[in-house]
């Protein structure tokens, strides 16, 4: 009977522990910092006539270092947004930078017609871009950055050419790891050479 106890004691626990769990990623998302970019209404054309809906654009990060973004469709705005958000959360991606507040060195990206050039700012400069890729920068804990839309002011285009451009950066971590260098090698390099590794 002591036995038969203790497997129910320990069947117990371990429901706690899945429990427990769960809680630690409802923690995880409630210090995402969700930022809804776009939502427009869209149509679709069916069998006797059009059918309206909503889609909506969101950017999703913590703060410090990961960001994604998602898009959802809904017949209803709060549906669309939930599943956009939802997507976005799937899509983190892991952003390295410097400092913690900027990028490591110039880049450029685009999607389609977008593109998009984005700068690394002295502290204290702040995020100097517009509306769908100041989302991303603020979701991502980039506080000091420069950057310019080229192309379409297309909010789906000008988010993904962003992710584009930040996932092709290099921090002196990576560029040392794909060069058999150490890490102070590259950062002298740069000091010695400013500029060198944006070319990289």
């Known amino acids: 009977m002591a036995r038969e106890g ?4 320990s069947k117990g626990g371990g429901d706690r522990g899945r429990g427990g769990r769960g809680r630690d990623k409802e923690n995880r998302d409630s210090d995402l910092i969700d930022k809804l970019v776009h939502i427009n209404r ?13 889609a909506a654009l969101v950017v999703v990060g913590d703060g410090n270092g990961r960001v994604g973004f998602g898009h959802g469709k809904a017949r209803e705005v709060p549906e669309a ?3 956009a958000t939802e997507d976005a959360k799937r899509a983190l991606v892991r ?25 690394p700012a002295p502290a204290g400069t702040g ?3 517009g509306g769908p890729m100041r ?17 379409t002011s297309n909010p789906y285009n000008m988010v993904r050419a962003t992710f584009d451009a930040l996932l092709n950066q290099q921090s002196p971590r ?14 002298s390099r740069r000091e010695d050479a400013p500029g060198a590794e944006a070319t990289a």
């Open 42 to 54: 869209v149509a679709k054309v069916v069998k006797g006539g059009r059918r309206f809906a909503f």
């Open 174 to 187: 990576m560029v040392a790891q794909r060069r058999g260098r150490s890490v102070s090698e590259i950062l």
């Open 95 to 119: 952003i390295p930078l410097k400092d913690g507040r900027t990028i490591h060195h110039e880049v450029r990206g685009h999607h389609g017609a977008g593109k998009v050039l984005v700068r």
């Open 6 to 9: 203790q497997q129910r004691d």
């Open 135 to 151: 989302a991303v920068f603020e979701a991502l804990g980039v506080g000091d950055v420069v950057s310019k839309s080229l192309g």
């Open 81 to 83: 947004i939930r599943k």
């Open 127 to 129: 995020i100097i871009a």
